[in-house]
């Protein structure tokens, strides 16, 4: 992880729902001569959990940075019995994309890195195929392709861990990455993988949505972008869109359609997670504004 | 059925794709001085079938009203093998809606039949409940009460088909109405009977899909107005939106913000069905612009 | 205005920026013993202005309601300088709704409020048309016949204003009332009058939207709910949304796919006013979640 | 202009309405063998204009490809007073790019042409400014430099257009290019220079339309892709889309959340456009599906 920018502190809590949460966290902050920048909270009345994301000023913070989590824990976390988990925005997530041979995806996660449009370093690009390595040359990011069968799978993933523990990757990205993963993999990167599936979950999971959603004769069709679990297209859900087809629509229209879906939809879930808006919560998401 | 209005034809065809139709049909229809109001051809190149919606002014067809359907049959429909059906724009539909406790629906059907936004007849509502008697009664449209169990439930479909028949119904909607419809029954009334259901099928079909859709964590709610055929929920769709929810929606939310999409999404489909603009072909329609 | 259900209390705040107001807030209700239900806030970087709605449950709340609106001032109001008005949630609203000819927003509105869609209190209904008495009379809700013309128009605005004033009306809805308030009118129900609008403004405004929509050629339509001002159709917006269109509609449809829009942006405009989410500031809105 | 893939003949016409138009259209294909791929037709009944788009195979066709444009003229297009263009699908068009010095519609463009989701050729990319040529390079793609000030600039259009000449360009994409183009420039490229515009016109045209939107607290934002002619953002409009906002986003949220709209739109517009499915008329598109 590499630093710059003024920087903020960013909590994500979620604890049982009770009074004087608010008060409590913003007091501590306004106490150390913390300037708010951002709050948002939810509480889930059903199941009596507080969610809360607040962000504010380092800069004539009293607290050090390296003890604000130990006295924020002490001070806060014990009393309520909180979850929570302390970002600074200055530190620049490093994120893996792992793809297929489908291009759409890859370019736009590309693009938008190479226009700084996302504050993110990607270090490397893993593949089970050849096909896009030329995208990633005139990108200038090292691409590792690592062919994957029934039988060499547990080797391979043993192989993209080490990539990727060598690379300090914070989260993966899988644009239209066509495998499944391990469960033994998934757990490694709990909650830190996510996946843009082509339709609108939970109707068409698994392989070919769009031959389905044509022969179904929807009206819509979709795209969601969600965290890894060991169920297939069942974590998470971060993201969704759908857009409006028609009879007239081909099965080649439905594919040439939803590729610009997968690409906002994934690449929205990627600026939520840089921007830590995401708490997981019961395999559900809560997305701040 | 009534009559009003100056009148045009409707013809809805589809059949084995070939060369010629669209010459054929036009030729026919232009040399019997018939004027095209409206034409749209929609062809499935994987399942080579032709499908067409052609509309023509009465005022000058040199055909009679009575002969059109035969001699249509003989110099036109025989030659391609064709499958078609036949309409006049001035003979007023008439309808039956099927309602359990949930006004709503409701509300907009009969809101819009009374502002003449429809060109329909209503001639009853049929209820399993007496819940909604009121609002019936407000539009002064007859309301019948057959309650349905499990035990009274084939009684109570030969009463409801003989109402449907007295009042010589063409089409029935089912208006958030709770009871599944026997084969019997729904064969019927095959391709007639329009259902409104609460979420984007095929995802939650059955009971309780606000539900669902909350425990599951969609970003995305929809409605889903489809033709009822034997298996549950998996007729033909006909129409499909969807709004946005977030964490912050509870299932009371979503329950309000589908009501609203119910509404939309079912009035949609009877538009089309009035206007003639639908047609079934393998359980999936074409719905004509 | 009538009472009902068990209360909480609503605060909408805004007040130049600066640290320490959600502390304060927070800490003033949790000291009382109030349980806090929702709390949203949003600051408005650029202008520096801080806003908020928090709400509290009232039942153990240790200030008596009649007293917290003089609390609040005295202890955190007065200090951060704030501008900000309370209600309770068990105050039912009496809204009064202006229409001229077009039933749908009525029909729309009418039937929301039968259903208890909305804990609103509608004691009448004023037009410059005769036309929707029926529906008005449907519904059993007083409907008065005021026609407006260049002469009699501040005649007939004084005595809608005495109308609105024996009938404790809070606020007016304009459900395409086809007539231009004049600007006494206006002020003596500031911020409390909704208009829809029948564009996405501020594209057409004024007269005939629908045409000049068609005339432009454009592929969306649109609909706005604002708060009524001085200057037509420039008010602040609370809600808008928008349909498809193609060249391939009239614009008779148009009219009919707007009629939809309309309703839906009003009725959710509506919604919200009663839900005390709206707050105005320097002609635009903020809309709580 | 190179050739490939089988070919099909494309006819976009418009004339006077009357009848017999599609049967005479439709038989001068069938009498020569030709098998109808695509129809689509639609009539203005306000301006009685009749507009079509035919495409068919020219595998079996019996008239020779340089002869079809003179025998459809001779036979059809006099009889009935026809404007037509003729197209073959095997023609690859060639597109010339303006940009600035924004890189995320270029990056869009230049992604799908590399990966073959349009048939399409871009011999260079034309800029005022200097900063896009690295991405140019990646694709390898001649950038031509052309700053333009208000001395220098119809000296620049000079030799913008006699690069385009020399490159054989068919249209014209203005990728968010930041100068007004001469009527001279326009004329020369009439109805073949396609703008995106960041804003849902007729609302906000002409410059930063991001701040207009945030200072009129609009609910939505749009984007509009339409044919440049004299009048600054005012041409035929091809395809609009929107994006919700909130009081919450920033005039930076915005101008982020609109450059992923405008990507999408003016993707969609070139499409239609390679498509052959856009006709203009009176300012207004006809969009075949």
Redesign the interface.
């Known amino acids: 992880m590499t630093k710059r920018k003024p920087a903020s502190a960013i909590l994500l809590i979620h604890c049982p729902d009770q009074?004087?949460i608010?008060?409590a966290v913003?007091?501590f902050?306004?106490t150390h001569?913390?300037?708010?920048?951002y709050?948002?909270?939810?509480?889930d009345?059903?199941k009596k959990v507080f969610?809360m994301r607040i962000e504010w000023d380092l800069a004539n913070f009293t607290i050090p940075r390296e003890l604000i989590h130990s006295e924020f824990q002490q001070k806060i976390g014990e009393r309520f019995n909180m979850n929570f988990k302390l970002h600074f925005s200055d530190v620049k997530l490093r994120m893996a994309v792992f793809v297929s041979e489908l291009?759409?995806c890859l370019?736009?996660i590309l693009?938008r890195w190479?226009?700084d449009?996302w504050d993110v370093d990607i270090p490397l690009i893993i593949s089970n195929h050849n096909t896009l390595k030329n995208?990633a040359d005139?990108?200038e990011i090292p691409y590792h392709t690592l062919p994957v069968n029934s039988k060499n799978k547990s080797e391979q993933e043993k192989q993209q861990l080490e990539l990727l523990n060598k690379n300090d990757i914070d989260f993966i990205v899988l644009a239209r990455y066509m495998q499944i993963l391990s469960d033994d993999f998934v757990s490694s990167f709990r909650n830190r993988i996510i996946n843009i599936h082509h339709s609108?979950?939970?109707?068409?999971p698994g392989a070919k949505p769009y031959h389905s959603a044509f022969e179904?004769?929807?009206?819509?069709i979709?795209s969601t972008s969600h965290f890894v679990t060991a169920e297939l297209d069942a974590g998470?859900?971060?993201?969704?869109?759908?857009t409006?087809i028609?009879?007239?629509d081909?099965?080649s229209d439905l594919i040439?359609k939803g590729?610009?879906l997968e690409k906002?939809v994934l690449?929205r879930a990627i600026w939520k997670y840089l921007q830590r808006k995401i708490l997981i919560y019961d395999?559900?998401?809560?997305?701040f504004?």
Chains 1, 2, 3, 4 share one sequence.
């Open positions: 009074t004087g608010v008060a913003t007091e902050i306004g001569d913390g300037n708010i920048l709050l948002d909270q939810h509480v009345l059903e969610f291009p759409h370019y736009d693009s190479q226009s449009e995208t005139k990108f609108f979950l939970p109707a068409f179904r004769g929807v009206k819509i979709g998470p859900i971060i993201e969704q869109d759908i409006r028609s009879h007239a081909s099965i040439r590729r610009d906002l690449s395999n559900r998401t809560v997305i504004t």
